[in-house]
Structures are given as C-alpha cells and as structure tokens.
C-alpha cells in the first residue's frame, strides 16, 4: 500500500484520455485518489502539476506528475510490474511489446484525422473521412483481433494498452459520429473492428469507467455549436 497511497489523477469525465489510465490503474489494482477537473475553471492543483500546457490527464506518483496517458500507462506497468500480482498492461515477451507499441504509435500519430474529421467542414473534413476510412481498414486488415477465437482483443484473451489506446474508437468516436451525421465504422466494413468495440465496451474495468453516451453526445453537440471545451456546468 505504501507505492500506492500517494498516487493521484487529475482528469475529466468526457476524456478518452483520462479512461485509459482509469482502467490501466484498475487493471493494475493501484488505489488512487480521483480528481475531475474543470476545464473551463482550471483548478490551482492542475496549474501546479502541468503549467505548461495545462491539460488532463495529470498523474501524480509521490509529488511527481507525468503527462500524456500512454506515456503514464507505460510508466504504471513499470512500477507495479511484479507479475504474479500485478495485471500486464504490455506483454513482457519482447517482440510482441514492439508490436504493441507499434500499433499503440500508430493511432497515435492519426489521432489528427479524427479531430479534423469532427471540427473541419468542407473539403477537409471530407479529406479526414477519407483518411479515417484508411485507417480503420488497416486496421481491420493487418491488426491481431479478430471476430472470433484466440485474439477478442488486442491483448489477445483480455485487453491491455493497446485495447485503451483505441478507447476513443470503441465509444467516443461513435458519439461524434451521431453528431456529424456521418457513420464511418460500419459493421459490414469493418466486423472485426466493429464486433471489438463491442467486446471490450463490454470488459467490466472499461464499463466502469466509460461516460455516459448520451451525455457524452451532448458535450459533442456543444463543442460543436458552441466551440466549448467542456459543457457549461461541468459533471
């Protein structure tokens, strides 16, 4: 208890980003204390611990805060790394941990796609469709799930930091589909991306901590409209 009595997170309810380490903290059995912030009314704790760019996720490890929600799941796999206690957030074989980490910077470095394919109209927005349509069939074509069998997740039998790095893909980007009025991840396209939405929206940890999908397409609604950050009265 004495590693994980002073971790803390600041994060958000809407974020993709502040799930992914929700999870990754729960799958590891790290106790932590919670904070969602305001992103409209930035807290003196949020300024403290990320006074450069002043955005959430913020993880905090003894007074220590780190950035960026992949890196922070990185550095929670290395620190709680006793595997006979602690859940595998990353596979400890070394070339499989190169393969997670590639498809982990994969959807990384398209992450722009999809915001550009939410707040751009006109032709670039068309031009992120396009891109994003590219993306979801490499992944349908060359990543290790499947409909069905050994690989339900990109984990394999159960999800890892791979898995939380397409959260966004598994719920939010529905959210922002129905918004946009523009329907991408077509489950006649695309059934093995599609039925893995499905699985792993369904994985206890993840349920747990997934926002509230018409809530969440009212947030869409109103950064759309409305350019908000956050909705008015934050959650």
Known sequence: MGEESSVKLIGAWFSPFSCRVKCGLDLKGIEYEYIDEDLMNKSE???KYNPIYKKIPVFIHREKPMLESMVI??????????NDK??????????????ARFWIK???????????????????????K???????KT???????????????????????????????????GAMEQVAGVKLLDADKFPKLHAWTGRFKQVPVVKNHLPD????????KNVKEHGYLTPPASK
């Open 139 to 173: 992944i349908e074509e060359h990543s290790p799930i499947g409909e069905t069998g050994d690989k339900l997740f990109f984990g394999g039998d159960k999800i890892n930091a791979v898995d939380l790095a397409y959260a966004s893909m598994a719920h939010w980007f």
């Open 106 to 128: 994969f959807i990384e470095e398209k992450s722009i796609s999809f915001q550009t394919f939410f707040k751009a109209s006109g032709d670039a927005h068309e031009k992120a």
């Open 86 to 99: 602690y859940y595998r957030l990353l596979p400890k074989d070394l070339h499989e941990k190169s393969i």
């Open 130 to 136: 396009g891109e994003i349509l590219e993306i979801l």
């Open 73 to 82: 799941l990185e550095y929670i796999e290395e620190m709680w790394s006793d």
């Open 45 to 47: 704790s949020l300024l």
């Open 213 to 220: 999908y018409d809530e969440l397409v009212i947030f869409f």
